[in-house]
């Protein structure tokens, strides 16, 4: 009789760490699937953040080009000097910077696509600083186009909205 | 194994209990990740983001220069001066109102600037413009084209300091799900 009872006490406490192990496990691979469903989904959310900043750095590095001495307007930000483009020897900028190509593009109000050279300047549209004709990853933004305009005696600035556009 | 005919009647009672107990916890648990899943993973409808895109397309469209004179040619106003020339009822020297040019001007940036088509990454934008007066807001004009329900949104804003009252120039610009770009 006792050696009955010592067995059911002993097969009792056996049964109760078994149950005990069960369920921590079934509670352990519970949070663990739930987390791998967490992770994958942060994974998702941290990619399309990633794409989206290097947007943003794309964005800045075509600001500090357009902010650059050679093509800004005095004393204005995000503003391009398209009579300094015209006037300076844009051959010499060819290695300049390590880029593939470097545009310029009046997108509004001057429409005309047509290439800006000293003969058709200021109706013209497109300004190229640097094209050495290869296959590009083309990132732009958008900027002011500004020069001097002269109508019924007066100077004044005029300024035209369009794109700088960056080929690496 | 019984000892006792009551004894077996108490240890099956009880492992009943225990399974029961297990479950409930188990059940517990599960609710109470669900929940926590479910307001960690909520998206709290459009979220609009500030974008370097959008902010450079306001700067460089304000500093657009008009084909509007206000006081006399060549004195033409940039778009920022005729939004606030619109926003007070101004017209222009040629005899065209102020917001009647502004409203041309920008939808023909918007034209050029952004192409929205089926296949297009960009679904959709909005630009709106209002005067803060007093906390009451008052629309000056809303241009919006394509599909802005669904979704991301980067976009942007740009104050306008005018006499009793500050103007805002609001853009968005609505990206497809599938990709930002």
């Keep these: ?168 | 194994m019984c000892v006792r005919k009551d004894n077996c009647w108490c240890i099956s009672k009880k492992a009943q209990h225990e399974i029961v107990g297990f479950v409930l916890i188990v059940v517990v648990v599960v609710i109470v990740g669900i929940i926590f899943l479910a307001l960690s993973l909520r998206t709290r409808g459009m979220e609009i983001q500030e974008s370097i895109e959008a902010g450079n397309f306001l700067d460089a469209a304000l500093g657009l220069t008009t084909d509007c004179a206000l006081n006399y040619v060549p004195n033409y106003v940039t778009l920022e001066e005729l939004i606030r020339a619109c926003n007070n009822g101004k017209t222009c020297v040629d005899g065209k109102k102020a917001c009647e040019v502004m409203n041309s001007t920008f939808l023909h940036l918007l034209e050029r600037s952004w192409k929205i088509t089926e296949d297009s990454y960009v679904k959709g934008y909005r630009l709106r413009i209002y005067a803060n007066r007093t906390s009451i807001l008052e629309d000056i004009t809303v241009l919006a084209k394509g599909n802005c329900t669904m979704g991301r949104s980067l976009g942007a804003m740009r104050m306008i300091p005018s006499r009793d009252e500050d103007i805002v120039v609001e853009f968005r610009i609505c990206y497809s799900t599938t990709s930002v770009q």
């Design chain 1, 1 to 168: 009789m006792k050696k009955l009872y010592v067995n059911y006490t002993e097969r009792k406490a056996q049964l109760k760490i078994q149950e005990m192990i069960f369920m921590l496990l079934a509670v352990v691979f519970f949070f663990i699937l739930i987390g791998l469903f967490m992770l994958s989904v942060k994974l998702k959310q941290l990619n399309k953040q990633a794409s989206q900043l290097d947007e943003e750095k794309a964005a800045s590095m075509l600001l500090s080009i357009a902010n650059l001495p050679e093509f800004s307007c005095p004393d204005k930000a995000l503003c391009v000097d398209t009579d300094k483009l015209m006037a300076l020897n844009l051959s010499i900028y060819e290695n300049f910077f390590e880029l593939k190509k470097l545009y310029f593009v009046i997108l509004y109000p001057n429409t005309s696509n047509v290439l800006c050279t000293m003969a058709n300047y200021p109706n013209c549209s497109i300004f190229i600083v640097v094209d050495k004709g290869q296959e590009t990853n083309d990132k732009a933004t958008f900027v002011k186009l500004c020069r001097q305009e002269k109508e019924s005696g007066y100077y004044y600035e005029k300024c035209a909205f369009g794109k700088i556009i960056v080929g690496v």
